[in-house]
């Protein structure tokens, strides 16, 4: 999907490596001598597909191939990846890129989550949808009226205009006939008025976009919405994990619990000229924040 509505800058890459049936894959950007992880702004995670051995052979692939640098991010659990570099000839650097907030609910039903969140949100939100009347709907299938809503929404809210709509529009269709899809539309007086879409799969829901209308802020349908989609995918899908995705907002802190650092790995060739100097820039950069947070 990333290649066909939203590329990132680069020529795509597919590393892959293969042994007794067994196989690794690694995607990247390749822009001269220097490779980055294929992601754009709507990429949560990176990682390689695969791990161990096979990735390494990947890693030392691309060091004989004449890559000169390589930067992979955000990583949730980088050492594995890391390792894989260092074993294969590369320096490696990691540096924190973003944040993710998350919250284990293994076992726990929304009642239960609920009861666990801070009483400011807890009071404010219940009293708001009280006094909002809004009717909301979970959509667990693509549906063109329901995708029209969130359009709508997201053209009248705070954000800035959307990177690529065709990109969501298509990741909304894969996932909605995947079963995976949760968009979720907050309505007052038959007007969309707020819009999240989710995914759920493997136990896990992932908060990809919200949006609320801006007029309608004083109601706070994004809030209200929000208790919706967390209550259907606890009651409903029964997940283990909510994943507010990437950002540091503190709104966040409220709903969630654990806040995990998202990971940036750069790796460099010395076997170019081009790698040796990104090393030793990136080894005295290091210095310094060390020195900076003694």
Known sequence: LLQCH???????VVARAERGGERAWLFLGLEQLRARAYVNWYSLRFAAIGEGELVTAIARALKFGGVAQVELSPIERPESLRQSFRTAGWLTFLSPATASWQVGTEGLDFDTYWAKRPARLRN????????????IGV????????????????AASWKPEEGSPAFLRALA??????????LGIARKDGRAIAAQLWLVEGGRATIHKLAYAEEAKALSPGTILSMAMFRHVLDEDRVARIDYGTGDEPYKKDWMEERTILWRLTAFNPRTLVGLAGAA????SAIVRRGRTD
């Not at 939203?6 to 795509?12: D, V």
């Not at 820039?281 to 005295?284: D, E, I, L, M, T």
């Open 6 to 12: 939203a590329p990132p800058p680069g020529k795509l």
């Open 124 to 135: 404010t939100a219940e009293r708001k949808a009280k006094a909002a009347g809004l009717d």
């Open 139 to 154: 959509h667990c299938a693509f549906d063109e009226a329901a995708w029209a809503d969130y359009e709508r929404v997201y």
């Open 173 to 182: 269709e894969q996932e909605g006939a995947a079963g995976t899809l949760r």
């Open 281 to 284: 820039r990136a080894a005295a």
